[in-house]
């Protein structure tokens, strides 16, 4: 299992405040303690895609993600575009994490429709991932009717993960995406829903073992302190527990709340659920620091030395 490191999120250690340059030389820090991805959440700030083309150019080896980008806001054209020319800036290193969002969001925001996400994530697949290998789009549906091929020089086909929860979205990672990626799934979530059911859609579409890449709220400290941290990270996170997708993921899990699922402990405790989400079958953990001060930087610098 390759261990990352979550940025640009609410409530992590490195937040949706911080500045172009302080996301770069983030970038830079965790390729150098040797971790593996780094993926950016996408709000309402920073572009996460233009940001990490920019990190792509200052680092060699760390991949760089994004945790995910709303497809509603974007056409699937532009979308392509996009990520295509930072995975060129990040020369191949860069992976597109896309998802529909929320309710909440498209309607409340955007002012658009939520109406039937997973066949609106269906038809734009149909779009996006042909145009993200370089292919030419011919394309009539419902919600769009496109022609067109993307050409970016030094374009490699980039690799796409959904952010699949629901039934009919992880058939859809499975069996068009290359994975998916998971925010606030617990053990009995991932192991009885999330892998079998992706793992199931990727065999029956002929495609390779999908990619499972666990995202949860992280910090490290002593045991005394374990009560006290997962307040502040039920503070913290509480929004995501309010949030319908999310909601059925815990009370699937049988939680209460984000901090039930959340990686707190000392070294021995995050060491052994690291490798409990190893033994699942997980094959990337996307640690979301909290954003608890000297704790913060003595979490990162453990999951450095588990690498």
């Given at each position: 299992?390759?261990?990352g490191?979550?940025?640009?999120?609410p409530?992590?250690?490195?937040?949706?405040s911080?500045?172009?340059?302080?996301?770069?030389?983030?970038?830079?820090?965790?390729e150098?303690?040797?971790?593996?991805t780094l993926w950016m959440?996408?709000i309402?700030?920073?572009?996460?895609?233009?940001?990490?083309?920019?990190?792509?150019?200052?680092?060699?080896?760390?991949?760089l993600?994004?945790?995910?980008?709303?497809s509603?806001?974007?056409?699937?054209i532009?979308?392509?575009?996009?990520?295509?020319t930072?995975?060129?800036?990040a020369q191949?290193?860069?992976t597109?994490?896309i998802?529909?969002?929320h309710?909440?969001?498209?309607e409340?925001n955007?002012?658009?429709?939520?109406?039937r996400?997973?066949?609106?994530m269906r038809?734009?697949?149909e779009?996006?991932r042909?145009?993200?290998n370089?292919?030419?789009?011919?394309?009539?549906?419902?919600?769009?009717?496109?022609?067109?091929?993307?050409?970016?020089?030094?374009?490699?086909p980039?690799?796409?993960?959904?952010?699949a929860?629901?039934?009919r979205?992880l058939?859809l990672?499975?069996q068009?995406?290359?994975g998916?990626?998971t925010?606030?799934?617990?053990?009995?979530t991932?192991?009885?829903?999330?892998i079998?059911?992706?793992?199931?859609?990727?065999?029956?579409?002929g495609?390779p073992?999908p990619?499972i890449v666990?995202?949860?709220?992280?910090?490290?400290?002593?045991k005394?302190?374990?009560a006290?941290?997962?307040?502040?990270?039920?503070?913290?996170?509480?929004?995501?527990g309010?949030i319908?997708s999310?909601?059925a993921?815990?009370d699937?899990?049988g939680?209460?709340?984000p901090?039930?699922?959340?990686m707190?402990?000392?070294?021995s405790?995050?060491?052994?659920?690291?490798?409990?989400y190893?033994?699942?079958g997980v094959t990337?953990?996307?640690a979301?620091?909290?954003?608890?001060g000297e704790s913060?930087?003595?979490t990162?610098?453990?999951l450095?030395?588990e690498?």
């Amino acid at each position: 299992m390759r261990l990352g490191i979550m940025c640009g999120a609410p409530g992590t250690a490195q937040g949706p405040s911080a500045s172009i340059q302080d996301y770069i030389d983030y970038a830079k820090k965790i390729e150098a303690l040797g971790f593996s991805t780094l993926w950016m959440a996408h709000i309402f700030g920073l572009d996460a895609i233009s940001v990490l083309g920019l990190a792509g150019r200052e680092t060699s080896k760390l991949e760089l993600g994004t945790a995910v980008v709303r497809s509603h806001g974007r056409h699937p054209i532009e979308m392509a575009q996009a990520a295509m020319t930072s995975s060129v800036a990040a020369q191949g290193r860069f992976t597109l994490g896309i998802g529909v969002a929320h309710k909440i969001v498209i309607e409340g925001n955007y002012g658009l429709s939520f109406d039937r996400p997973a066949k609106h994530m269906r038809e734009y697949l149909e779009i996006l991932r042909p145009l993200l290998n370089g292919e030419v789009v011919k394309h009539k549906g419902e919600q769009y009717q496109v022609r067109a091929k993307v050409t970016v020089p030094g374009a490699k086909p980039t690799p796409l993960l959904l952010a699949a929860l629901g039934d009919r979205m992880l058939d859809l990672a499975g069996q068009v995406g290359d994975g998916t990626i998971t925010w606030l799934c617990g053990p009995e979530t991932l192991s009885k829903h999330i892998i079998p059911k992706i793992s199931l859609a990727a065999n029956k579409a002929g495609r390779p073992a999908p990619r499972i890449v666990c995202g949860l709220p992280t910090i490290l400290v002593a045991k005394s302190q374990v009560a006290s941290a997962k307040d502040q990270i039920a503070k913290s996170f509480e929004l995501y527990g309010t949030i319908p997708s999310y909601r059925a993921m815990l009370d699937r899990e049988g939680v209460t709340g984000p901090a039930d699922v959340a990686m707190v402990g000392d070294e021995s405790d995050l060491r052994e659920k690291l490798k409990l989400y190893s033994d699942l079958g997980v094959t990337d953990f996307d640690a979301a620091i909290a954003d608890m001060g000297e704790s913060a930087n003595r979490t990162l610098e453990f999951l450095a030395s588990e690498l």
